[in-house]
């Protein structure tokens, strides 16, 4: 095995870096819903990109290893972080704390959205948990997907509606506060790099 292909073999598929993450009381929560829209993910369990080879074309949120790394966007215990002495990555919470927490960070997600990256549906059905009828729109600076109850007062920071039509990801989408969306290592063929 050369050193490109032991270094992709240190991948272990986990996705976490291509979740969008919320800060939790100082920790980068990655949930479910919130990922890359181009994160698919295997009957195995394990996760891979589905324009790995065009990536940075059509995602330009998507970060290279190195940046990735420098922000902080890669799994708190992520292969690629050995020796990276006390470096704080993303996290998956434990079903009990994430039932917890799961209000909190859905209410962040309603307060800020969710990066132009993300499957708003996906983002939808997180948001949909807090009750009442939710819907989606694009923020007027198109980075972002914007939540709002239908069955309340229209939100003024809505800008198109978005339902069903998703359309191209448009700018580099920022993550949720303080957390990035992002992927990771590098050059694993199909896995969240
Ligand atoms: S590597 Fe991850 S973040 Fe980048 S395009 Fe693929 S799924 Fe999206």
Known sequence: MNADAQHEA??????????????????????DEL???FLARAADGRFHCTVYERRFEVAPWCHSAAQAASQGLLAQDCPYTHGMRGYRGKVRLGASLLRQ???????????????IGADPEHALALVAQLGGDW???????????????????PSPRAAAPASGQLGQAGAPADALPDASPSPS???APGAPK
């Open 35 to 37: 990922h890359c829209r």
């Open 10 to 31: 240190l991948c272990r598929r986990c996705g976490i870096s291509c979740h969008f993450a919320v800060r939790v009381n100082g920790l980068a929560v990655v949930v």
């Open 101 to 115: 927490v799961l209000p909190a960070i859905c209410a962040e997600v309603v307060r800020v959205g969710v990066p």
């Open 185 to 187: 290592q590098s050059k």
């Open 135 to 153: 819907d989606y729109c694009i923020s007027e600076d198109g980075t972002r997907y914007l939540f709002f109850r239908r069955d309340a007062a």
